[in-house]
T-cell receptor
């Protein structure tokens, strides 16, 4: 089983619909992140959480919300999806104790979201 | 404010030759830099890193060079192989990782 699991892998939704992307991890990491990838823009941070009671906005949080239900679960919601939210979404985890130049980020395989 | 920049969206090289991927940054306070590799339908995976106190780090076919005065780092792949074809991201930490735009490398047989 993957260390970081994202569901669904692919999703097509209509404009205005609410959609939730889920992420769960078995790494035991305390930190979790949501990134979005767009061609030519790289990976941009949407939200991050350093522990269960901690939620922080990233550089592109507008139109998104998150919930850290447990240390292992971090979900991303689009309350009212719009076409420019069509992108590849990645969840990642890291361990505060192990983060550094030797790296501690583990990424999920991504969710491809299309808003029509 | 793009603190980590990759200005070349794509690079194509012949198998066996050198691939050089570039990255520029604006923040002199970054403690280290990382390179990630991403294949289609997969998440990014860590490739190699370099501490800001070093100017070179080598791991097999992969070498990263850091030029602090120019605020520039580069990833060298020698020799390039078709399996190296992927998107490469440079990244730096600011509490959380900040990524560049990515460079798509194509290695032709």
């Amino acid at each position: 089983d993957a260390d970081v699991t994202q569901t669904p892998r692919n999703r097509i939704t209509k404009t205005g619909k609410r959609i939730m992307l889920e992420c769960s991890q078995t790494k035991g990491h305390d930190r979790m992140y949501w990134y979005r990838q767009d061609p030519g823009l790289g990976l941009r941070l949407i939200y991050y959480s350093f522990d269960v009671k901690d939620i922080n906005k990233g550089e592109i949080s507008d139109g998104y919300s998150v919930s850290r239900q447990a240390q292992a679960k971090f979900s991303l919601s689009l309350e009212s999806a719009i076409p420019n939210q069509t992108a590849l979404y990645f969840c990642a985890t890291s361990d505060q104790q192990k983060q550094g130049a030797t790296n501690g980020y583990t990424f999920g395989s991504g969710t491809r979201l299309t808003v029509v | 404010d793009q603190q980590v920049k990759q200005n070349s969206p794509s690079l194509s090289v012949q198998e066996g030759r050198i691939s050089i991927l570039n990255c520029d940054y604006t923040n002199s306070m970054f403690d280290y830099f990382l390179w990630y590799k991403k294949y289609p339908a997969e998440g990014p995976t860590f490739l190699i890193s370099i501490s800001s106190i070093k100017d070179k780090n080598e791991d097999g076919r992969f070498t990263v060079f850091l030029n602090k005065s120019a605020k520039h780092l580069s990833l060298h792949i020698v020799p390039s192989q078709p399996g190296d074809s992927a998107v490469y991201f440079c990244a730096a930490p600011k509490g959380k990782l900040i990524f560049g735009q990515g460079t798509t490398l194509q290695v032709k047989p």
